[in-house]
């Protein structure tokens, strides 16, 4: 079973950055999984952030956050990373780690992953 813990959540007021790690336990090796982070407003569905493949050389990006966020992966320790910047209120929500084991393909739905956390709450208020 793999586990799944993000941290890194917090409030921030627009136009600030976050960054978001989420740790990866138990995985026979981390590397041949794809990762990917997706949020959840209350009241909405859960929606597709960033995903990674296994080796970092392919990314995918929701629309409204393509160059605000960068999504990232250090295969050595485990982790996965997402960096956002100019954050906005239409970005708050918790923010969830995704794993799949798959070399051939890099998920972007929600259905596609097998093991998810439990999410950390990211909140941009003035």
């Known amino acids: 079973q793999v586990q799944l813990v993000e941290s890194g959540g917090g409030l921030v007021q627009p136009g600030g950055s976050l960054r978001l790690s989420c740790a990866v336990s138990?995985?026979?090796?981390?590397?041949?999984?794809?990762m990917g982070w997706f949020r959840q407003a209350p009241g909405k569905k859960r929606e597709f952030v960033a995903a990674?493949?296994?080796?970092?050389?392919?990314?995918y990006y929701e629309d409204s956050v393509m160059g605000r966020f960068t999504i990232s992966r250090d295969n050595a320790n485990n982790a996965v990373f997402l960096q956002m910047n100019n954050l906005q209120p239409e970005d708050t929500g918790v923010y969830l780690c995704?794993?799949?084991?798959?070399?051939?393909?890099?998920?972007?739905?929600?259905?596609?992953?097998?093991?998810w956390g439990q999410g950390t709450q990211v909140t941009v208020s003035s």
């Open positions: 995704a794993a799949k084991r798959i070399r051939i393909a890099v998920p972007t739905k929600a259905g596609e992953f097998d093991n």
């Open positions: 138990s995985a026979r090796s981390f590397s041949s999984y794809a």
């Open positions: 990674i493949s296994w080796g970092g050389g392919q990314v």
